[in-house]
């Protein structure tokens, strides 16, 4: 990247070095803390103590063990979150690895079902001239729970759909008349080039949440450039077949 510093790590990087290391010192907290309950635990048995320090003890254990059952609970969920996001990490070499619009798209459809979990799905493309969007990729059956997604355009109709298109936020729902339970915009810079809209995710994936937000920013940004930087090349690609063919057709005379 220009403008960085010659073995600076890219910000990704940084991040997941950063939480890799909070990991294990949460880890080795949580085992120090489950070493001393234990230590505490024996000692409070070598004597028999007085009622009230006895009851004092108890809570004090009970206190202790709690606190490391809601740090081991904390550990687990940011060990995912982190799995989450060295796969979005992973994903996003593959998003700038194509140079064809439809295998980005493909691309953002596998994120969306594989890190995401998203059972049914649409991925929105924003047409020029103000026509109404494409939908470039759906999952079958779509259209029968969201019927604004049934033919091969948007042309609006879900509030949290067409907020998103309109200042490129990104919006989680329920919402009251809206079948999306999240709207990704796709945007690179102030151009919104489209939007991915999960309809329904799978059984054993959670909902959405404040917490998911950082995986779908990088998801929005990521998508966006990568889906930008293929459609220039394909126009350009074409420009140029065209000048082959007209110098071709100019020697042949």
């Not at 990087?13 to 880890?27: P, Y």
């Not at 606190?67 to 992973?90: A, F, I, K, N, P």
């Not at 890190?115 to 001239?129: D, H, K, P, T």
């Not at 109709?157 to 999306?180: E, I, K």
Request: aromatic share 4%; proline share 5%; net charge negative.
């Amino acid at each position: 990247m220009s403008g960085g510093r010659e073995g600076s790590a890219p910000p990704h990087e940084a991040l997941v070095e950063q939480l890799r290391e909070a990991l294990g010192k949460a880890s080795e907290l949580v085992a120090t803390l489950s070493g001393t309950l234990a230590v505490a635990a024996r000692e409070a048995h070598v004597a028999p103590p007085e009622p009230e320090l006895e009851v004092d003890a108890h809570r004090a254990l009970d206190a202790a063990r709690d606190d490391v059952q809601e740090l081991s609970e904390r550990l687990v969920e940011t060990e995912h979150q982190l799995d989450r996001l060295m796969g979005l990490y992973v994903a996003t070499y593959q998003l700038h690895a194509f140079l064809e619009p439809e295998q980005v798209q493909e691309a953002i459809a596998d994120i969306a079902v594989n890190l995401l979990g998203a059972e049914r799905f649409a991925l929105l493309l924003r047409r020029e001239g103000g026509a109404p969007c494409e939908i470039a990729h759906a999952t079958p059956g779509l259209g029968e729970s969201a019927p604004g997604f049934a033919g091969a355009v948007y042309a609006g109709g879900d509030p949290l759909v067409d907020a998103t298109l309109g200042d490129g936020l990104l919006r989680l729902g329920p919402a009251a008349g809206s079948a999306a339970v999240a709207a990704v915009p796709l945007k690179i810079q102030e151009q919104i080039v489209g939007a991915l809209v999960v309809v329904k995710l799978f059984e054993h994936r959670p909902a959405l949440g404040t917490e998911d937000r950082d995986l779908l920013d990088l998801l929005s940004a990521h998508a966006a450039s990568a889906l930008f930087a293929a459609r220039l090349f394909a126009a350009k690609d074409r420009k140029l077949r065209t000048l082959e063919s007209l110098v071709r057709l100019a020697r042949q005379d």
